[in-house]
């Protein structure tokens, strides 16, 4: 039988990284170190909020980078913690991990994010909202003739050429929700979820798929032609646009997802960390994102900026109906799953 041959890379740093590596660590009792994800997105959360929180407190904020909950569970048991904020999805237990403090809620407004889209947790705070999107080349396709959202990533008959997707150590989270959408499953009916049905409809698109090793990729190679379309963050896709690139966002099935913010347990100046955390998730503040990226703030109370040029890339203005309307990933299954689920994907590209 013949196997299909898939494009993977795995970046050694990445899984040689420790978690006394980077450039985290604390600069005395007027700092605070955050741990984010880096890149287009972590420069506009440091811009719309550490810069002028650093302005109000004093307090400066100390960057680092790519971050890695598997870095910051050894460093709790090593009692080395190094960062005093950390950024990471819903991926984790964020209710009693052993590895995260609880949150302060006479410091930050909990409060405000009651009958919000995304949950508060007992160690974690909704701080923006991003969405998983199908981002095509633009000189390839015309306005009539262009995909329109996870449906046609599937199709190779009307969409021939190479799709990009995500790495595979969030799981396809949302994406395989996408698939089995498509494959005609009721969205009451999601979970728990059938990976197995999942990955037939991708195998439908297996010769055509590219699986990235880093996020940033996906933009890039969609702008230059290499892919015609590929599982790309709304905010870099937009930025893209809005400076001339070919690449264009198709909304249906947008993959709504939120990252948290949280405190590492041992945390250096903790106390900071809670402030940092109030400041940057508060109705007042939450909204300045959007005036940077085309992010959208969790806090169900924060307004977006009306004359921002990103609100053409929000995902929340952009929440189609029926079939094509947003996914939203039940957390706490893909809390409990997750690691299985990775280890059938890595086995299916190996296939």
Known sequence: MKKTRIVIFVSALALLATACGG??????????????????????????????????????VIEDNPVSFQKLEQAVKADNVPWSVVDMDSSVNLTDNPSLQDIDCSVVACDEFKGGLFPLYKQAVPAYSFSVVIAYNSQKYTEADAPSGWRDFFDSKRFPGKRLMRPINEGWAG??????????????????LDVDRALKVFDKVKDDLVVMADDAQCVTNVASGEAVMGSCYNGRTQKAAVEGQPVKIAWGMQNLQVEYFMVPKGAPNSANAQKLIAYSVSKEHNG????????????????????????????????????????????????????????????????
């Open 175 to 192: 994406q395989l929700e996408a698939a089995l959408l498509t494959d005609g499953v009721d969205r009451d009916k999601l979970y728990p």
């Open 288 to 351: 300045a994102l959007s005036s940077v990226i085309g992010y959208d703030p969790a806090n169900p109370l924060a307004k977006v900026a009306e004359d921002s040029k990103w609100r053409d890339g929000l995902g929340s203005l952009h929440k189609l109906k029926g079939d094509e309307a947003p996914i939203v990933y039940d957390s706490e299954w893909w809390q409990k799953n997750r690691a299985q689920v990775i280890e059938k994907l890595a086995k299916w590209i190996e296939s």
């Open 23 to 60: 450039g985290g660590g604390s600069d005395g009792e007027k700092s605070v170190t955050f741990f984010g994800w880096g890149g287009t997105g972590q420069e506009a959360v440091s811009a719309a909020w550490f810069t002028p929180f650093t302005k109000k407190t004093g307090i400066k």
